[in-house]
């Protein structure tokens, strides 16, 4: 494995955990603790890996040579009935997580941006680079409105009554199928939907940083 697939594989695991951490910072600040006294408010990689999401699914990625690379961590645990706020905290909870990755996405962006009057090195720029296209993918991704992603949970803060209750009824339907939802899921984006995406993602990052190439 050369340097610049540990740094992706590096980025992409940081990434995700400071996009659960903050899942249980929002919920902590709208009164629920249940994520800081699970000690899970950390930026410790250890905390927060999920042996499917965390290690099955990279590694068969990776091993089947299927062109893309993503993955998810341990779920933050949060109680919905302590927050403070009961009409709009699942969802403030659930839009911090792809939240942070687009405020990382802009902030490397702008600092690819500046980088020739910075006098910024090749190498960091490209770090860089890296950083704003995984943040944005896992932003992109993780608001697809399917559950468990955090879309869902978006999505349903702003359905009216009737159609929150039938969507309530799907995501509870399709929660229950549990890993085989997971897995047909993967295989479905990545066979009927994986290029759209990845182009839509590119066409951000290009926007965002000006740069024609990773």
Same mark, same amino acid.
């Given at each position: 494995? /050369? ?6 594989? $590096? ?9 659960? +951490? ?27 890996? /999920? ?6 699914? @990279? ?16 779920? +933050?645990?949060?109680? @919905? ?8 905290? /699942?969802?403030? +909870?659930?839009?911090?997580? @792809?939240?942070?990755?687009?405020? $990382?996405?802009? %902030? ?16 960091? %720029? ?23 992603? /955090?879309?869902?949970? +978006? ?18 339907? %399709? ?40």
């Amino acid at each position: 494995m /050369d340097s610049t697939s540990i740094a992706i594989i $590096i980025v992409l695991i940081l990434s995700i955990v400071i996009h659960e +951490v903050s899942h249980g910072y929002a919920a902590n600040w709208l009164g629920d603790p249940t994520a800081r006294l699970a000690g899970r408010l950390t930026l410790n990689p250890i905390k927060h890996i /999920d042996p499917v999401g965390s290690v099955l699914v @990279p590694a068969l990625l990776l091993l089947s040579s299927a062109g893309i690379l993503f993955g998810w961590a341990k779920p +933050v645990p949060y109680n @919905p009935y302590n927050l403070r706020n009961q009409k709009w905290g /699942d969802t403030i +909870v659930a839009a911090a997580g @792809p939240g942070i990755n687009i405020l $990382i996405a802009v %902030i490397f962006a702008v600092i690819i941006r500046a980088a020739v009057p910075l006098g910024l090195s090749g190498s960091f %720029i490209e770090l860089s680079s890296y950083i704003v296209y995984i943040n944005i993918l896992l932003a992109l991704f993780n608001l697809i409105p399917i559950p468990p992603l /955090d879309g869902s949970k +978006v999505l349903l803060g702003f359905l009216p009554f009737n159609a929150a209750m039938k969507y309530r009824g799907i995501m509870a339907g %399709i929660e229950r199928m549990g890993l085989l939802f997971t897995f047909l899921f993967i295989f479905l984006f990545i066979t009927l939907f994986s290029g759209p995406f990845f182009t839509f993602v590119y066409f951000i990052f290009e926007a965002l940083t000006g740069l024609g190439g990773l």
